[in-house]
Nanobody, 125 residues
Framework: QLQLVESGGGLVQTGGSLRLSCTAS????????MGWFRRAPGQDREFVAS????????YYVDSVKGRFTISRNNANNTVYLQMNALKPEDTAKYYC??????????????????WGRGTTVTVSS
């Protein structure tokens, strides 16, 4: 099992940047696809980005391509989401997730195995 804890959320102005971190405890972090989802108020959970075991391959929702970067450090069991050029529509609670899978093209929340409690990002206009 993995336990996931997110950090790094906060309030930022439009155009600003934040870096979210997710630290995992448990076994076999390096054997899990890691991902980030977000849920805006009144909306369903939305896939944001995912990264392969090694970190060599990444996948993004179109709305964040070129602005967000997912990365991971398997030595310290951490996955990151660097968010640049933030927009008000990026306001949401961001969740870290881990999946015991090989494909990174997985956007359905129910297919992931472990979830953090989330960290809130608010982008002011």
């Amino acid at each position: 099992q993995l336990q996931l804890v997110e950090s790094g959320g906060g309030l930022v102005q439009t155009g600003g940047s934040l870096r979210l971190s997710c630290t995992a405890s448990g076994r076999n972090f390096a054997r899990h696809v890691m991902g980030w989802f977000r849920r805006a108020p009144g909306q369903d959970r939305e896939f944001v980005a995912s990264i392969s075991w090694s970190g060599d391959n990444t996948y993004y929702v179109d709305s964040v391509k070129g602005r967000f970067t997912i990365s991971r450090n398997n030595a310290n069991n951490t996955v990151y989401l660097q968010m640049n050029a933030l927009k008000p529509e990026d306001t949401a609670k961001y969740y870290c997730t881990a999946g015991n899978m090989e494909s990174i093209v997985v956007i359905t929340p129910s297919l992931y195995d472990y979830w953090g409690r989330g960290t809130t990002v608010t982008v002011s206009s």
